[in-house]
């Protein structure tokens, strides 16, 4: 697949995007396509970037540390999100090659990238991963646990709380795909409701892949992540 036909994919998704803003009476400009470029090579990536990408997210910390030189040479580098479970032993690299780490799900964790961002004198934006569909085979702090686990990390110095993200849930019954959104927009609103310090800014949910975005968009999505429907499925 050349760069125009990516750029026609990427095309093809907003016009999804804006349709779904549209039946849900959202404003468009508050909804973010990323881009999920596991298991893509630079050259795709860099493809993807001169159609029009403008956030990229991650999975492994060894493809942001593979393909963050590339993006950092350009002119208008892309912002790149780590969207994939992190490690403790890979806070530094992440650290160095992403603009935000969305799958913090423990105290713990928070803490070490905390202390990190401490030890080099600067902040990082991150955002608190949530299990809302409770399935066992996925990363994230329970629905229960979210809210106070968020006004934790929200008062730690050097991260700034942008928001939570979510996987959906993994079947074709709709009605529970999007209740595990909704599950994460009234996270996100008792937290904003409890005025704890630093939870202002605790606005995004990054929520919504190809096959159920317009269910995400209903329930609040901000973030929109997207491979299949761009890049084709994976091998
Ligand atoms: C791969 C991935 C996506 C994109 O999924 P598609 O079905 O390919 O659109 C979104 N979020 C996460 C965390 C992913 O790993």
């Known amino acids: 697949m050349g760069p125009s036909e990516i750029g026609d994919r990427i095309a093809a998704v907003r016009e999804r995007i804006d349709a779904a803003c549209a039946a849900a009476g959202r404003d468009p400009r508050e ?3 990323l881009l999920a470029t596991k298991t893509l090579d630079a050259d795709r990536v860099l493809d993807a970037v001169r159609a029009g990408a403008d956030l990229l997210g991650e999975n492994r910390v060894q493809e942001l540390v593979a393909k963050g030189p590339a993006l950092a040479e ?3 580098r892309p912002e790149v999100h780590l969207i994939g479970h992190l490690q403790s032993n890979k806070v530094n690299a992440a650290l160095r090659w992403a603009d935000c780490l969305e799958s913090v799900d423990s105290l713990d964790l928070a803490e070490r990238i905390a202390a990190r961002c ?7 934006d991150v955002m608190l991963q949530v299990n809302t569909s409770g399935e066992p085979s996925k990363f994230g702090a329970s629905p229960e646990d979210a809210p106070e686990l968020a006004v934790q990390v929200a008062a730690l110095p050097g991260l700034r709380l942008r928001g939570f993200m979510t996987i959906g849930a993994n079947t074709p019954d709709e009605r529970l795909v ?11 609103d008792a937290v904003l409701a409890s005025g704890a310090p630093g939870t202002d800014t605790a606005r995004e949910l990054s929520m919504g892949m190809s096959r159920d975005l317009e269910q995400a968009i209903a329930e609040g999505a901000t973030i929109v992540r ?4 761009v890049f084709g499925s994976r091998q």
Do not use: C, P
């Open 31 to 33: 909804v973010r396509l």
């Open 74 to 76: 350009l002119e208008h």
């Open 118 to 124: 401490a030890a080099a004198d600067r902040t990082l």
């Open 178 to 188: 999007r209740a595990s959104y909704a599950r994460l927009r009234e996270i996100r």
């Open 226 to 229: 997207v491979g299949t429907a």
